[in-house]
Nanobody
Framework: QVQVVESGGGLVQAGGSLRLSCAASGSIVSINTMGWYRQAPGAQRELVATITRDGSTNYAGSAKGRFTIARDNAKNTVYLQMDTLKAEDTAVYLC???????????????????WGKGSLVTVSS
């Protein structure tokens, strides 16, 4: 059906930058919303940023001014540019794709949402 795979995590010093990528694959016709969430150890999963197919964005307060979300509809890929990273940004970053139209068995089907397995971002202070 639909697979979601993140890449680009790693270790960075505070004040540095990282760029995450997430590619959705399968017989995808369209994706409504793509986004990033994160989960720190012992904490609940929280929204980082989302972007709709027409480019409308939504950011968590902690991400505004430091993170930028973008997507390439032709590649079913979403990116998260993270600048001025802080130690508190350390978390597993998970990609979410929602409102997916895909083909299966010759028919169009709709999937509510799919998640990637996550990419670890560690910011050292």
């Amino acid at each position: 059906q639909v697979q979601v795979v993140e890449s680009g995590g790693g270790l960075v010093q505070a004040g540095g930058s990282l760029r995450l990528s997430c590619a959705a694959s399968g017989s995808i016709v369209s994706i409504n919303t793509m986004g990033w969430y994160r989960q720190a150890p012992g904490a609940q999963r929280e929204l980082v940023a989302t972007i709709t197919r027409d480019g409308s964005t939504n950011y968590a307060g902690s991400a505004k001014g430091r993170f930028t979300i973008a997507r390439d509809n032709a590649k079913n890929t979403v990116y998260l540019q993270m600048d001025t990273l802080k130690a508190e940004d350390t978390a597993v970053y998970l990609c979410n794709v929602a409102g997916v139209v895909f083909t299966s068995g010759g028919s169009r089907r709709f999937g509510m949402e799919y998640w990637g397995k996550g990419s670890l971002v560690t910011v050292s202070s």
